[in-house]
């Protein structure tokens, strides 16, 4: 019986990716753990192996060929004694399983493939964008290495160091091409120990250098809260005002796809928790850049919470020179009359989402992208509700003692006459991440859960 | 060890530097003072330890609160560090850290201002004995949490090196913080990438209240580099010229690029842990044999008087213009006003 060869899923969040060459070609003989042919996602070259032995009896995604979604047919291997006569007959459900990738990184996964382009904000123009700029399509894992060069190019004091982000390119490839240009003095990898390279990097911007410190994904950095908070964070007061330490901490955080609770949890409100911090979660790729730009410029602390699944977004980022965005003031991304939905990082997905049908069943809704966790812009989200007369806030982490909490604390003290219904949340469930797909699902929040809170808060459920 | 042998601190006071290591290194031999190194060495121990004396007194009046962790007993190892190290040399410390200040030159005024939490203290009040910072002086603090001074000091040493300074990290921490992992993973790295970081441990025999015997499955902490390849060596840390000796190689050794260095100083506290600490896990002949045969101010004074390089007059001078000196910092650091209330608010972010 002809087995269908799918294309295979090389992480954790790859969705669709390249093929780029074929190694076998069509009447081929194929063992087991032969590579068959190399699929290129957005972050490397990778091979594919056969599982099962057989003849290569048809191609049916050519070489070159991009965005292949995961689990479409790519051939079909003959079995013995099979002829080309064969492949008519082959069924679907005789898929073979996806191959299994030969390099793939098993604990500490690599992400892939260029996730579709994010829908487009709303035309609202960005106060830290003059009009008429022009734009330019770029992903937000390519906005994130930009910044870190185009800040090291600028400030010889700048240095990147964390696990895998040099001769590796970065293990979710945040790093390319950074350890060609700037060489391993100024691009390093570290060991796995997280608790000391971060006490390094806090103690090397004591002495007056202006580390970014990369965390594979800021589950790691718990190893390490200890430095981020007794040592970066208060130092400052406690040498009344005479040495802080400017440095960058960034790296993934939150849930990324299905790799179970100890690496899906987002940070945002243990680190908006602490003064002597600042919190940035961007969304975008213009939030990536011009954030991460200000950050290795801000002379405090910077905790910088990215998104795996972020990475491979594309968004339009302002084509100009410097791009810098301010840390600690929010963004209108879309205005409207109804409702005010306050969001941020990947929250932001489903909120985009959500706004396309409410529009459709009448209803505005104005979002607010923070991205400042810390200063929270809370005076952008007052002016709205002001406006609209309720809130939505929509985040993937746990509820107890979250931002969300926060916000809905600031709002009823500070707006509380303006307030035509409760406040309403949205976030991950609270439970820790599960591994199995359906209760993953279950546990993050939803494009529906967004629209049923908006309902309710303006009654036309 | 401690108190039931002939091996406690202090006690290997011919040739005591005791040389091991990622790479066997013999001990400098103790190389004998000129009477210039006699009389500052003598001057700067007694400082501190008239300066502590008086912290412990202001302490008992309630002048100076929270926890504070006094130095007396173990001056000769921050004093010979300091007489080693050149300008521009950083350090840090943990907790037990006002005789770090005092040996990198920081004024005892500031210091004491900063114990009874007034607007002149080093960190204007906002910091308190555990947690003092001079960045003109290199002093890096000044840390609380047991340990973290060790990958912070390794990241003065990653800078002196990413800046090719030629400076020295002088990162020092006790037995007890000798056990923490973060301790380890600053080794890796320091000798990975060759850091110029020379770490002391001050051996004073107890983490707070537990012997390093009952902590330590291995009391040999000179060597506690050895699985990463860095030297280490015992040294008598109640001489002041064996600290100095020893801690000139070690620097040395940092300086010309060849990555970190241990110095295990074999010292003791005579007083508790902290203040609060009665200090029941020890004897009081054990603190009293130390004090007698081993105090590192007596050797000095006995040498100085031997050599015919001070009278008791002169020695009296000494003592005379630090306990002025002491008492000075004392008056500030209770006449000083306490930080104003805006204060509360400031030094937060830049």
């Excluded at chain 2, 306990?323 to 972010?349: C, G, K």
Aim: contains cysteine; charged residues 25%; glycine residues 10%.
């Amino acid at each position: 019986m002809p087995i269908e060869i799918l294309m295979p899923a090389l992480s954790p969040t790859m969705e669709e990716g390249t093929l780029a060459k074929w190694v076998k070609k069509e009447g081929d003989s194929v063992a087991a753990g032969d590579v068959i042919a190399e699929i290129e996602t957005d972050k490397a070259t990778m091979e594919v192996e056969a599982v099962d032995e057989g003849v290569l009896g048809k191609i049916l995604v050519a070489e070159g060929t991009e965005n292949v979604k995961v689990n479409t047919p790519i051939a079909v291997l003959l079995g013995e004694g099979e002829d080309a006569s064969a492949l008519d007959a082959a069924p679907k459900a005789a898929a073979a399983p996806a191959p299994q990738a030969s390099e793939a990184p098993a604990e500490k996964p690599a992400p892939v493939a260029a996730a579709p382009v994010a829908p487009a904000p709303d035309d609202v123009s960005d106060p830290d964008v003059p009009e008429g700029t022009p734009m330019v399509k770029t992903t937000v894992r390519e906005a994130l290495r930009d910044a870190m060069a185009e800040e090291m190019r600028r400030d010889g004091d700048v240095f990147l160091m964390g696990e895998e982000v040099a001769e590796y390119q970065g293990a979710y490839k945040i790093s390319q091409g950074l350890l060609e240009e700037f060489g391993a003095r100024r691009v390093i990898d570290t060991p796995i120990t997280e608790h000391g390279f971060t006490g390094l990097g806090v103690g090397a911007a004591m002495a007056g250098l202006k580390p970014i410190v990369e965390f594979m994904t800021f589950n790691f950095a718990m190893q390490a809260i200890d430095q981020i908070i007794n040592s970066a964070a208060k130092t400052l007061y406690m040498s009344g005002g005479q040495m802080g330490a400017p440095i960058v901490f960034r790296g993934a955080n939150g849930a990324a796809a299905r790799v179970a609770a100890q690496h899906s949890q987002d940070y945002a409100a243990w680190y908006a928790h602490v003064p002597g911090l600042k919190v940035v979660q961007p969304w975008s790729a213009a939030d990536a850049k011009g954030l991460l730009k200000a950050a290795i410029r801000d002379p405090n602390p910077v905790v910088f919470l990215e998104n795996e699944i972020l990475y491979g977004q594309t968004f339009e980022i302002p084509d100009v020179e410097d791009f810098v965005l301010p840390i600690g003031k929010a963004k209108v991304e879309r205005k409207g009359s109804d409702v005010t939905i306050v969001s941020w990082g990947i929250g932001m997905t489903y909120v985009m989402k959500a706004v396309e049908e409410l529009a459709a069943a009448g209803i505005s809704a104005e979002v607010v992208n923070l991205r400042s966790i810390r200063p929270l812009d809370i005076d952008t989200v007052i002016a709205s509700v002001k406006k609209t007369g309720r809130l939505v806030t929509v985040e993937e982490a746990y509820p107890m003692c979250s931002v969300s909490s926060e916000i809905g604390y600031q709002v009823q003290e500070k707006a509380f006459d303006w307030l035509d219904a409760p406040i309403l949340r949205v976030t991950g469930k609270d439970v820790p991440m599960p591994y199995a797909a359906n209760l993953e699902k279950l546990a993050l929040p939803t494009v529906k859960e967004v629209i049923d809170a908006v309902k309710a808060v303006t009654y036309t459920a | 060890m401690a108190g039931t042998s002939g091996k406690a601190a202090g006690v290997r006071s011919k040739s005591a530097a005791r040389s091991k290591g990622g790479a066997a290194k013999s001990s400098p031999a103790i190389v004998d003072f000129t009477k210039e190194q006699e009389l500052h060495a003598y001057r700067q121990m007694l400082l501190i330890r008239r300066f502590e004396e008086k912290a412990g007194q202001l302490y008992g009046m309630g002048l100076i609160g929270g926890f504070c962790h006094l130095y007396i007993g173990q001056e000769a190892v921050v004093v010979g560090m300091r007489m080693a190290s050149k300008d521009g040399d950083q350090m840090i410390t943990g907790y037990r850290d006002h005789g770090h200040m005092l040996a990198m030159d920081m004024d005892p005024k500031g210091v004491m201002a900063e114990l009874t939490g007034r607007r002149g203290g080093y960190s204007k009040g906002k910091g308190g004995s555990m947690h003092m910072f001079s960045k003109e002086k290199q002093f890096y603090g000044g840390h609380g949490i047991v340990g973290a001074q060790v990958s912070l000091g390794t990241g003065l040493g990653f800078a002196n090196r990413y800046r090719e300074n030629g400076a020295v990290a002088m990162t020092f921490f006790g037995d007890g913080a000798s056990n923490q992992g973060q301790v380890y993973e600053s080794f890796n790295m320091a000798q990975l990438w060759k850091l110029p970081v020379v770490y002391v441990i001050e051996n004073n025999k107890y983490g707070m209240g537990t012997s390093v015997e009952r902590a330590s499955a291995t009391t040999d902490l000179s060597q506690r580099g050895a699985s990463f390849g860095i030297p280490g060596e015992q040294v008598d840390g109640m001489d002041v010229r064996a600290v100095m000796a020893a801690s000139e190689k070690a620097l040395e050794h940092c300086r010309s690029g060849k990555g970190p260095y241990i110095l295990e100083m074999i010292t003791y506290r005579y007083r508790g842990h902290s203040m609060s600490d009665p200090a029941k896990y020890r004897s009081k002949e054990e603190v009293q044999k130390m004090r007698t045969e081993h105090d590192p101010i007596e050797q000095v004074r006995k040498r100085l008087l031997d050599n015919g390089w001070a009278s008791e007059d002169d020695l009296k001078a000494i003592d005379k213009e630090v306990r002025e000196i002491v008492a000075e910092s004392a008056e500030f650091a209770q006449t000083d006003p306490e930080p104003d209330v805006s204060e509360l608010y400031t030094d937060i972010l830049l």
